[in-house]
């Protein structure tokens, strides 16, 4: 409760003092726009648990944005920079998955640490150009990665269990992604804006998800409203 509360109150003051973000919601939403404030993902790095990556800067980088941290790989405690580019988001039901350029990695280790890992950044022979492959010996991330391969990595969000193994979450989505799915994502000097598609795969997909996940699929008490349904419903009384 304390996070949350936390994050409504650093944006209700963001918000007291950046008046203007309001005018570039609504004019975003009209082009099917969401824009985060790059300051607001700052925020949320810096409420991260105990055993996760520290001090984390966020800059922009268009189309994409730069990263910096303190982690921990394989036993050494290195500063990371690297430039994220999103190219794919992929949405429905049956998937929720990333895919993710890295570029312009640097590892610089901290400390006297003499591990091999040490040795190979100081030495300069870690091949940093498939950064992605590296992401794989990260706590926590490498359970959700896919076929990640050179400075791409593919995140696989259904192998998170609250979401993958979630019927409601996953009947959601597959509502979501049939009205509106993402197209994109860039940044500016101080946003990172998801730019939405409409319909993707038309109004008549549309209304056929509603039926397969709301009403088809969907609670029983929605269930019994369907023309010849209400009298199977109340059978159960």
């Known amino acids: 409760m304390g996070a949350r509360q936390a994050l409504i109150d650093a944006t209700t003051s963001y918000l007291r003092t950046h008046p203007e973000e309001l005018v570039r919601v609504f004019r975003n939403a009209i082009g099917l726009r969401f824009g985060v404030p790059i300051a607001s993902l700052r925020f949320l790095a810096g409420q991260g648990g105990e055993g996760g990556p520290k001090d984390i800067e966020i800059d922009p980088d268009p189309p994409g944005i730069r990263v910096a941290a303190t982690l921990g790989l394989m036993g050494t405690t290195v500063r990371a920079v690297t430039s994220i580019f999103i190219e794919r988001i992929k949405l429905s039901a049956e998937e929720l998955r990333v895919e993710v350029r890295l570029e312009g990695t640097t590892l610089r280790v901290l400390g006297d640490a003499e591990s091999p890992v040490a040795a190979l950044i100081k ?17 926590k991330l490498n359970r959700l990665l896919g076929e990640s391969t050179g400075n791409r990595l593919v995140i696989d969000l259904m192998k998170h269990p609250k979401i993958g193994k979630n019927k409601a979450v996953r009947r959601l989505l597959g509502l979501v992604s049939s ?18 598609r409409a319909f993707p795969r038309g ?3 549309a ?10 699929d969907g609670p029983t008490w929605i269930r019994g409203m369907l023309p010849g349904r209400g009298g199977e419903a109340r059978s159960g009384y």
């Open 123 to 139: 030495s300069g022979a870690l091949d940093l150009t498939k950064s992605g492959n590296l992401a794989a010996h990260l706590p």
């Open 207 to 216: 209304v056929r998800a509603v039926r397969d996940h709301l009403f088809t």
């Open 179 to 196: 009205v509106v799915t993402v197209h994109g994502v860039e940044s500016d000097d101080g946003h990172l804006d998801v730019l939405l």
């Open 203 to 205: 109004v008549g997909g």
